[in-house]
């Protein structure tokens, strides 16, 4: 006894705190009247999006993250640094039990001590592949995430966002409130002019820091995405839309067709496979097309893992 129940599905206790509610807008961090554990179902889900969210904060002033599968990809499994190992380019992490062969693989460097770039990362069954553009010695660390249609996620998204360079020196250090020293950073350029490349990106207390293989003056961008263990946050930003591309070449920029993605997601892209050390110099998104410019023609040996991100 003491429940109420309404037409609109929002069940409210004694306490006349909502105990259930569905919409089509998350409820507002901070907002008051709804009670810890109070299930919240979006009514109009898109792609890439959680169905359902609980309430991990108070009656007074809630926080709403999600629960449950994603209508599209989440990240299912993530890590790092992992030291590399030496003796060979190719480096093989090893995830029994987590990882499935149609799962999109992303890795890059946290730790590094030169200018090698990562050639193909490759989700097989129990583990990452990785092939580098030269031995990395132990001197290496990697980052790593698997993405998985329809799963529930363990991992979401802290920040993501595009930084314009201000140069002076190699590593660009971004200001991102909130960030913590054990999120793991993903970097990739939006403009370049030139063919630099991006030796590692780190995160320390409230700061994502980007080091270069050379200073990027102001002429070029950073598309960055922080991820953080799923379960006490709203995260920023979902991934609307994901996949793998074997390049059709002709030419260094490669035009994907990506049906619905706009100008203002934000892309992030690397190597799912390739047969040289070839690097991506930029990546930029407009209406339905992500267009990944290489070091030269990728001709048909090539593929990409891309996820494509928009805000909540």
Known sequence: ????????????????????????????????????????????????????????????????????????YGIRVAGGPLTSTTGSASQSISLQGSIMDSDIAFVGHEVSDDNDQIVAAIA?????????????????????????????????????????????????????????????AFVNYGDTNDTDTISKAICTTNTLTVTCSADPSTAHSFHYVIIRPSGTFKPSHYIAYAGKHTTVGGAAAEAI?????????????????TNDTDSILKVVVTADTLTVTCSADPSTAHAFSYMLLRAY
């Open 1 to 72: 006894m003491g429940v109420t129940n309404f037409p609109n599905g929002i069940t409210c206790d004694t306490t006349k705190n909502k105990s259930m509610a569905s919409g089509s807008t998350i409820p507002v961090a901070g907002s008051a009247g709804y009670n810890p554990g109070c299930i919240f179902v979006k009514s109009d889900v898109t792609l890439g999006q959680s169905i359902q969210w609980i309430n991990v904060g108070t009656a007074t002033s809630c926080v709403f993250v999600p629960t449950g599968p994603v209508y599209g």
């Open 124 to 184: 097989a069954e129990g583990a990452i592949l990785i092939t580098g553009s030269a031995d990395p010695l132990a001197a290496h660390g990697y980052n790593y995430a698997s993405l998985r249609s329809k799963c529930t996620p363990r991992w979401d998204i802290v920040a993501a966002g595009t930084s314009t360079s201000v140069g002076g020196n190699v590593a660009e250090a971004i200001t991102i409130a909130g960030v913590l020293a054990t999120d793991i």
């Open 257 to 273: 067709t990506v049906t619905g993605a706009l100008a203002t997601d934000i892309p992030i892209v690397v190597y799912n496979t």
